[in-house]
């Protein structure tokens, strides 16, 4: 996959308008290429993409400029924010200089996850923001198609199974995926009695997306 390498040179170019041949020179078309037979999108079923279409948006970067106005989609299957010029698609790189990319009524973050090393970074969108921040993660799996077997139907290359995490950030310390109820309480050790109090009385559960917002904005008055 080529990729741009220089996030700050894009949108310098971009919002100077400099000529047209200068831009096709330092950017890459991203190439999406899957599975053992390196097969393109418009050849496999479904769609990596969280929403296929480009939405006009912004981006902040971590010097805090902001670049509004920016075709993004997100590909929850490479983990990366993809951006249109023309007919292209083009990366954003690097990943790390993302600090927020709002767009289609979504905020996503780049950020770093426990257990922290540096493979352990990703794109998360925003929930709900505060000392407590909840995040979801997206992932869809790419398939290979399946080669006949006796009278079974095989089934064709193919992204699927759309999986959705949740995750916790306390005073923008790496995420924590909230997979157990201990997960949650131990995040929120400092007011573990109160939290394990409201979550009794008002019956929620860590398995839902609302009533983890409830819980975290709770935190958040705390």
């Not at 020179?25 to 991203?30: D, F, K, R, T």
């Not at 948006?57 to 490479?78: F, H, W």
């Not at 006949?148 to 916790?168: M, Q």
């Not at 005073?171 to 995926?177: H, I, L, T």
Request: with cysteine; charged share 25%.
């Amino acid at each position: 996959m080529k990729q741009l390498t220089i996030l700050f040179f894009l949108f310098f170019i971009l919002s100077t308008g400099l000529k047209a041949q200068i831009w096709e020179n330092i950017e890459y078309p991203v190439m999406n290429y899957y599975g053992l037979k390196k097969m393109v999108l418009k050849d496999i079923q479904g769609s990596p993409f969280l929403d296929p279409q480009y939405v006009h948006g912004e981006v902040t970067i971590r010097n805090g400029s902001t670049y509004k106005d920016v075709p993004l989609r997100y590909n929850c299957a490479d983990d990366i924010l993809e951006y249109k010029n023309g007919d292209k698609s083009y990366e954003i790189i690097p990943k790390d200089q993302v600090r927020r990319a709002e767009f289609g009524g979504r905020i996503f973050c780049y950020l770093n996850y426990a257990p922290v090393h540096a493979q352990n970074r990703g794109y998360f969108q925003l929930l709900t923001e505060g000392k407590a921040s909840l995040y979801v993660r997206y992932h869809i799996t790419f398939y290979e198609s399946d080669d006949p077997k006796g009278y079974a139907t095989p089934k064709p290359a193919r992204f699927d199974d759309l999986k959705e995490t949740y995750w916790i950030s306390i005073d923008g310390a790496p995420v924590v995926e909230i997979s157990k109820k201990n997960d949650l309480l131990n995040l929120f050790s400092d007011r573990k009695k109160e939290m394990q109090d409201f979550v009794s009385e008002q019956k929620l559960s860590y398995k839902k997306v609302e009533d983890l917002k409830k819980i975290v904005r709770y935190y958040n008055t705390l």
